[in-house]
């Protein structure tokens, strides 16, 4: 039984399929969800008040609000993080703060191959320094 469900949310097709899965398995499970999403790390170096990452993170903000909040319903509790910063360090760190019991991930599936799932650098560093099970979720290119 998983308490603490994390998702890795990027805003793509995979991403969004990987989200789903997250959101079925939290309500099953009666499991807190934390959503995060990495901005792009050259952001670190403004302020906070700086145009350039207040812009990105309303429109973060503004796509959490029109995909994923109305898909949050039927999950107990949930909370969702954004900001600069090298997205599978940071998944892997806030998921051991988090004390989280799985991460979920979004992947491609090979057209040729379907058995087999496409995961990228992020993906594959996740999978190496992850302090918890780390599901993929194939979703057709």
């Known amino acids: 039984m998983f308490k603490h469900i994390f998702v890795a949310l990027k805003f793509t097709p995979p991403?969004?399929?990987?989200?789903?899965?997250?959101?079925?398995?939290?309500h099953a499970h009666r499991a807190r969800l934390s959503i995060f999403h990495a901005l792009d790390y050259n952001l670190k170096q403004y302020q906070d008040s700086d145009?350039?990452?207040v812009e990105a993170l309303r429109?973060?903000?503004?796509?959490?609000q029109e995909e994923v909040a109305p898909l949050l319903a039927k999950v107990p509790q949930s909370d969702f993080e954004r900001f600069p910063a090298d997205p599978a360090l940071a998944v892997?760190?806030?998921?051991?703060?988090?004390?989280?019991d799985l991460i979920i991930l979004g992947c491609h599936l090979r057209p040729h191959k379907m058995s087999l799932g496409r995961?990228?650098?992020?993906?594959?560093?996740?999978?190496?320094?992850?302090?918890?099970?780390?599901?993929?979720?194939?979703?057709?290119?």
């Open 51 to 53: 145009p350039r990452l």
């Open 92 to 100: 892997c760190r806030l998921a051991r703060q988090k004390e989280v």
């Open 15 to 26: 991403s969004i399929g990987a989200l789903q899965k997250a959101i079925q398995m939290a």
């Open 119 to 141: 995961v990228d650098y992020v993906g594959i560093t996740i999978l190496e320094k992850a302090p918890c099970p780390v599901m993929l979720v194939p979703t057709p290119v």
């Open 59 to 64: 429109v973060v903000d503004e796509k959490y």
